[in-house]
């Protein structure tokens, strides 16, 4: 099963190992909207099946309080595995695992593969 | 790159670390006081600057957020507080107006139970005092009792009670007490209680005064006449001043006033009820001990008074004397002027008697024209004089019938003496009569002393 939805501001690709794939260009600001159109597009993906999602924070600038706040507990994530590079990134997420409190596991990843790996745990 | 390396010098100035760093102060002192519309800018190489500032972001927006919640949260706790406020105000005001409530109910009940107490109190004298009357004797007696009694069943009030004397058209003061010296007599024009029939008062001072009632008090007076079957037989007057509130420690309302209205109104008709009965047992009395026509005592009482004379002078010694007396030829006196003529000759011959006699002789009507006197302690002699005596107040009266004369009545008398005569009733009787039967052969007119057979000539 595969598909790709192509959001305001994102892409995002259901991969035939079943998990959802996020890209944000690069410097964008995660707004809430940005936030309740991306879920959507998940459960457009999986059909509303609570799926691994892997997101690529690398490129993003910064995510406002409301998106993160939609990110924690969404239902239809069953895991979030969220890549990392920059201290920009890697302070967004450390902030959104702190703060947020997200409802599912979620991990920060410097490598994709690992990342993926960590994901496919949960199948 | 900064600005220093821009050759052309279209390019922005480049920017500082230091300018960063300076941007990132103020944005953490704009933050610290609470001004959350400038974050920090986030560059786009995603270093440590960049870092710090999206995490100094972020931390504002929890700030911010937290912020917005706590003020949000202290607006509905002083939202709630202020309900609070208001619902315990409402429910204080709620349970003072209950407790008022509960107080003036609990007053009230306390009030009523001293009426219903003193109501009891005043039924339970009352009936006593009904009961009491009611075994009087006479109204002197129940007089008595009103007197001992009525100071305590008004207790409280000043207080008089009178009782009406027809002949002199007054009512008279039988029972006073309290403090205040009331009239000995009071007229039926002095008393708007006598007048009207019915009970009348003068509360405060305000209202008709009787003529009778003291002109010194401002207090409260009624006047309740004794009233049964339609007759005034007396009046109850009641006096409630002030001071005699104070001395008594009662309240300066109208509460005992309207008590003692409610028990003057009971015990006038209570009081009114035993004299009148008082009254009716006398009359009634009176009418089966005297003759109708005459008035004089009938043949009934004779009897008894004769039997009791006789026992008081069996054990006294003391002589009883026996008269009997008849009208002479009054069948003819009949024939002459009619019954209704004899008949007032039968009144002149015993008021004539009953006036002349002593007040403790009996004069009786023993049937027909005949009549009889007991004369107790009486000897024969004196019993025969003061028969001429009788005889010849009788002989020398005159009878007036209808503005007309009805001529000379003379009556014969025959005098027994106990127990010179006889020693029982039956012959006392006997032998008074025997005697006057010698007065009647002897012409009439005259004072025949019984004689025995024995010694008849």
Same mark, same amino acid.
């Given at each position: 099963m595969t598909g790709h939805v192509s959001g305001e501001r994102f892409e995002a690709y259901l991969v035939d190992d079943g998990l959802v794939r996020f890209e944000w260009p690069h410097g964008v600001t995660i707004s809430r909207a940005d936030a309740q159109e991306s879920m959507a597009a998940i459960a457009t993906l999986t059909g509303n099946v609570a799926s691994p999602v892997l997101v690529d924070l690398r490129p993003v600038t910064a995510v406002d309080r409301e998106a993160r706040r939609i990110f924690a507990s969404t239902p239809v994530t069953s895991r979030q595995a969220l890549l990392v590079e920059s201290p920009l990134s890697k302070t967004i997420g450390n902030f959104f695992l702190t703060l947020s409190r997200p409802t599912m596991p979620v991990k920060l990843f410097d490598d994709e593969a690992a990342a993926i790996a960590w994901l496919h745990d949960d199948r | 790159m900064t600005g220093d390396d821009d050759p052309v010098g279209d390019s922005p100035p480049a920017v500082t670390v230091d300018d960063r760093l300076d941007m990132l102060l103020e944005t953490i002192v704009a933050f610290a006081a609470l001004d959350f519309s400038r974050p920090a800018e986030i560059g786009s190489d995603g270093d440590i600057l960049d870092a710090l500032a999206a995490g100094i972001n972020m931390l504002g927006e929890e700030v911010e957020a937290s912020t917005r919640e706590l003020e949000e949260r202290v607006v509905e706790r002083t939202q709630q507080l202020e309900q609070l406020t208001h619902d315990l105000r409402a429910e204080v005001t709620e349970r003072r107006r209950s407790e008022a409530a509960v107080r003036d109910a609990q007053e009230t009940l306390?009030?009523?139970?001293?009426?219903?107490?003193?109501?009891?109190?005043?039924?339970?004298?009352?009936?006593?005092?009904?009961?009491?009357?009611?075994?009087?004797?006479?109204?002197?007696?129940?007089?008595?009792?009103?007197?001992?009694?009525?100071?305590?069943?008004? $207790?409280?009030?000043?207080?008089?009670?009178?009782?009406?004397?027809?002949?002199?058209?007054?009512?008279?003061?039988?029972?006073?007490?309290?403090?205040?010296?009331?009239?000995?007599?009071?007229?039926?024009?002095?008393?708007?209680?006598?007048?009207?029939?019915?009970?009348?008062?003068?509360?405060?001072?305000?209202?008709?005064?009787?003529? $009778?009632?003291?002109?010194?008090?401002?207090?409260?007076?009624?006047?309740?006449?004794?009233?049964?079957?339609?007759?005034?037989?007396?009046?109850?007057?009641?006096?409630?001043?002030?001071?005699?509130?104070?001395?008594?420690?009662?309240?300066?309302?109208?509460?005992? $006033?309207?008590?003692?209205?409610?028990?003057?109104?009971?015990?006038?008709?209570?009081?009114?009820?035993?004299?009148?009965?008082?009254?009716?047992?006398?009359?009634?009395?009176?009418?089966?001990?005297?003759d109708p026509l005459t008035n004089v005592y009938n043949r009934r009482y004779l009897d008894e008074t004769l039997a009791r004379e006789l026992h008081r002078a069996a054990r006294s010694g003391a002589p009883v004397s026996l008269l009997m007396i008849d009208i002479d030829r009054f069948k003819s006196f009949n024939d002459s002027y009619g019954h209704d003529a004899g008949d007032t000759a039968l009144r002149h011959v015993a008021v004539t008697m009953r006036d002349q006699v002593r007040a403790e002789d009996v004069v009786c009507r023993y049937g027909g024209e005949e009549f009889a006197i007991v004369m107790a302690g009486v000897d024969t002699a004196e019993a025969a004089a003061r028969s001429e005596h009788l005889r010849a107040a009788i002989r020398d009266s005159e009878v007036d019938w209808h503005g007309q004369p009805l001529g000379t009545i003379t009556v014969s008398f025959g005098v027994a003496t106990y127990p010179h005569h006889a020693d029982s009733k039956a012959d006392l009787l006997r032998a008074a009569d025997t005697a006057l039967y010698r007065a009647k052969d002897s012409g009439r007119d005259c004072v025949r002393i019984y004689v025995p057979p024995s010694e008849v000539t």
């Open positions: - | 306390r009030e009523r139970l001293a009426d219903v107490e003193r109501l009891n109190r005043e039924i339970a004298q009352l009936t006593e005092l009904t009961n009491v009357l009611q075994v009087c004797a006479t109204r002197q007696e129940a007089f008595e009792v009103l007197a001992q009694t009525a100071p305590e069943l008004f $207790h409280g009030t000043d207080g008089a009670v009178y009782t009406f004397v027809p002949s002199r058209d007054v009512v008279e003061l039988i029972a006073s007490w309290g403090v205040f010296a009331p009239p000995a007599t009071i007229g039926p024009n002095d008393c708007w209680g006598l007048r009207r029939g019915h009970l009348h008062t003068v509360e405060g001072g305000q209202g008709l005064r009787c003529a $009778h009632a003291s002109s010194d008090s401002n207090g409260n007076q009624l006047c309740m006449p004794l009233i049964a079957q339609g007759e005034v037989l007396g009046l109850l007057h009641l006096r409630c001043t002030t001071d005699t509130d104070q001395e008594h420690g009662r309240r300066d309302d109208a509460t005992p $006033h309207r008590s003692h209205e409610r028990l003057a109104v009971a015990a006038a008709k209570q009081i009114a009820l035993a004299l009148a009965n008082l009254e009716l047992r006398a009359a009634l009395q009176a009418q089966s001990i005297r």
